[in-house]
């Protein structure tokens, strides 16, 4: 009897140690498992359908002229919609938008300017109409976050290519639909990731492929851009609400973007795995509370992740869109014989023998512990200058766009559909900097598990080698 008494009492504590449990932990979501031998999470990979094909390094027919229709004409539609009206061979044939009075204003714009008047079209699916002319080869999309795939999927099922603002997609689900649509139809779907474009990143990519850094090791970037004077200005609150369902980098690609350019992502390199962890929500809550009555919010105020790369990098990427900070998006790179930094300070270092002579003016210190010197860095801007910058700058500048940098981004996507060229961004950019967001809220969900990020290629990322911006 006594024995008997024992042994309960030794299988209950086990159970209640968890030592006597031989179930193994198993972590299942919708569309994503953990498994023991990876150590990882991991999301379904879809199969290639048989009717698709790869778009890398895609190149449609060249256009003559590119007809745009745009659907958002928001903050930031109605600034591309004026960017456009400043690139050559670009027609301007309609424009979508829930509000009558914001397609009212794109058309005076167009009046103001001389041009030819644009369809205009209101309404929840009016961009149906507007996809569905067959006078327009790009739909340009800068609607809130959770419309752009709808109306990305709905372009493309008519033939046209697109071009979808920042991020793309919401889910890795919508992710996958945007590379399955676009490998289907063979239509462009480009993200409109500007930083990409912005001067010292693309100076440091030049710079980047011409071996000044060394090996790159590790980089960072962010978007810590505090909000508070701009969350009433989104229609309908659109981005406090997603905010306040979502948890995760949920705008992950400005910081990403121009790294993953830097580090050859899916063009002989690849992310391989995350990990995430946010803060408790204090001041995202606060706001919400205020404005929409809500006693939960589930995006952090800060959200830090590392990512892992298969050529053993790190990339360290932060979001916080709620607490008093200087705008940053970090934009730093690590090399055996460099370093970048963009945000708060911009500035190079580099070991002794890296830089031309010629760049290094008398008496120029350069040592490892300090950034070079301005008039250093001056001379390293001008001769790194990448060569669509010494094509454009002068225009960019004075259009505009975030200082240039969206005239850029414009100029390019045009630039390459008339020239019948590869775009500089794919449907595979697109795809991998916007899966961050649910990638980080799954490994957040979990205690900061690491997750492995979705190849959207399917086994091809060390098919092409280098990012190229392709010229005629
Ligand atoms: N790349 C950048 O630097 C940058 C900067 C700001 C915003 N953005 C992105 O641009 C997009 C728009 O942001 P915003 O600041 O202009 O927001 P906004 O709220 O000012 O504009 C969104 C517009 O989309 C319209 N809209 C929504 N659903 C629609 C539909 N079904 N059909 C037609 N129109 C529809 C709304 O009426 C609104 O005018 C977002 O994706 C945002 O992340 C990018």
Redesign the pocket.
């Known amino acids: 009897m006594r024995n008997i008494y024992t042994f309960v009492v030794l299988v209950v504590a086990l159970v209640f140690c968890g030592c006597g449990d031989a179930t193994p932990v198993i972590i299942k979501g919708e569309n994503y498992s953990f498994s023991a031998e990876s150590g990882m999470i991991h999301f379904d990979e879809p199969q290639r359908a048989a009717n698709q094909q790869s778009m890398l390094g895609y190149a449609a027919a060249p256009l003559d002229v590119v007809r745009v229709g745009f659907?958002?004409?928001?903050?930031?539609?109605r600034d591309a919609v004026s960017r456009f009206t400043h690139i050559e061979g670009v027609e301007i044939k309609a424009l979508?938008?829930?509000?009558q009075r914001?397609v009212d204003y794109c058309r005076g714009y167009l009046e103001s300017v001389g041009w030819p008047q644009a369809e205009g079209y209101v309404g929840?699916e009016?961009?149906k109409e507007l996809c569905r002319r067959d006078d327009i080869d790009l739909v340009y999309i800068?609607?809130?976050?959770s419309?752009?795939v709808p109306?990305a999927l709905y372009a493309m099922e008519q033939g046209k290519h697109v071009a979808i603002?920042?991020p793309a997609a919401t889910s890795v689900k919508e992710c996958w639909q945007l590379v399955d649509m676009s490998e289907r139809t063979r239509c462009h779907c480009m993200m409109?990731e500007?930083c990409v474009y912005d001067f010292f990143e693309l100076t440091t990519l030049n710079m980047v492929e011409q071996g000044l850094f060394g090996e790159i090791l590790h980089a960072e970037g962010a978007y810590i851009h505090n909000l508070t004077e701009y969350w009433d200005?989104?229609?309908d609150n659109?981005r406090l609400e997603f905010n306040s369902t979502h948890r995760g980098d949920v705008y992950a690609t400005?910081g990403l973007g121009p790294i993953c350019m830097a580090l050859d992502i899916h063009r002989g390199n690849r992310l391989e795995y995350l990990v995430s962890m946010d803060t408790k929500s204090v001041n995202g809550l606060a706001i919400a509370r205020d404005r929409m009555g809500v006693t939960e919010f589930a995006n952090g105020d800060h959200t830090t992740t590392m990512i892992k790369t298969s050529r053993g990098q790190s990339i360290m990427l932060q979001h916080n869109v709620f607490t008093p900070r200087p705008y940053n998006r970090l934009y730093q790179l690590t090399g055996t014989h460099g370093f970048a930094n963009k945000y708060p300070i911009e500035g190079f270092t580099f070991v002794e023998g890296v830089l031309p002579a010629e760049l290094l003016s008398e008496g120029a210190y350069v040592d490892q512990h300090n950034f070079l010197a301005e008039d250093v860095k001056a001379a390293i801007m001008e001769a790194y200058k990448h060569p669509i910058h010494r094509e454009i700058e002068d225009v960019a500048r004075r259009v505009g766009g975030?200082g240039g940098m969206d005239y850029v981004m414009d100029y390019r996507l045009v630039y390459c559909l008339r020239n019948g060229l590869p775009l500089d961004q794919d449907v595979y950019d697109a795809a991998e900097w916007s899966s961050i967001g649910e990638l980080t809220a799954t490994s957040a969900k979990h205690n900061s598990m690491p997750v492995a990020i979705p190849d959207f290629t399917r086994g091809e990322w060390n098919r092409l080698t280098g990012v190229t911006f392709h010229t005629k």
Request: aromatic share 12%; hydrophobic share 40%; glycine share 10%.
């Open positions: 659907v958002g004409l928001g903050m930031r539609g979508a938008d829930l509000v914001n929840e009016a961009y800068s609607t809130d976050w419309s752009h109306i603002e920042v409109l500007n200005a989104y229609h659109w400005h975030h």
